[in-house]
């Protein structure tokens, strides 16, 4: 999402059994517009499971709304 210290970007993440669960936040970094959310959840057994959920959620969160890199 080319976050930084200035761009409202939160992620959170809870892990039962193999069962990985993100939600995050993106809010414009003006506060024009409103807080973008998204959710991913699935099974993992690597880390590229994981990573595979995060991208699952940062494609959702631009989808519905967030830019990039702003």
């Known amino acids: 999402m080319g976050g930084s ?3 409202p970007l939160a992620a959170f993440a809870t892990l039962s059994g193999s069962t990985l669960s993100l939600r995050a936040a993106w809010g414009d970094v003006e506060g024009d517009g409103p ?3 998204a959710a991913a959840e699935g099974p993992v057994q690597t880390i590229a499971d994981a990573a595979a959920l995060g991208e699952q959620a940062a494609a959702r969160l631009r989808a519905g709304g967030a830019l ?3």
């Open 5 to 7: 210290c200035s761009m």
């Open 35 to 37: 807080l973008i959310e």
């Open 68 to 70: 990039q890199g702003r």
